[in-house]
């Protein structure tokens, strides 16, 4: 059985940083393609980041160009989300996600989702 388990969100104030980890129980992470998303109150759950499965490639979506970096530590089976200079906008649950081809932005295409994790952002 395939677990994903976020950590690291809570409260921060606007222009602070938070990191999120996610580490998942399967020993082919090595070879998985790993994503982040994000839903917030009312809204769909959207795209925020992807990096693949070497860690060589990574793609963001445009709100968070510049201030969040994805990476992975395959040794540790975790994939990391840094966001800094958060705004009132970034308050979401986010989650991490796995099972993708490489390039996918979609929710459906992804296959494992963890339980998501808080992030808000106070003004």
């Known amino acids: 059985q395939v677990q994903l388990v976020e950590s690291g969100g809570g409260l921060v104030q606007a222009g602070g940083s938070l990191k999120l980890s996610c580490e998942a129980s399967?020993?082919?992470?090595?070879?998985?393609?790993m994503g982040w998303f994000r839903q917030a109150p009312g809204k769909e759950r959207e795209f925020v980041s992807s990096?693949?499965?070497?860690?060589?490639?990574?793609n963001y979506a445009d709100s968070v160009k510049g201030r969040f970096t994805i990476s992975r530590d395959n040794a540790k089976n975790t994939v990391y989300l840094k966001m800094d200079d958060l705004k009132g906008e970034d308050t979401a649950v986010y989650y991490c996600?796995?099972?993708?081809?490489?390039?996918?932005?979609?929710?459906?295409?992804?296959?494992?989702w963890g339980q998501g994790t808080q992030v808000t952002v106070s003004s």
């Open positions: 996600a796995g099972g993708a081809n490489w390039g996918s932005i979609h929710p459906y295409q992804y296959t494992y």
């Open positions: 399967l020993h082919t992470f090595s070879g998985w393609n």
């Open positions: 990096i693949k499965y070497d860690g060589v490639s990574s």
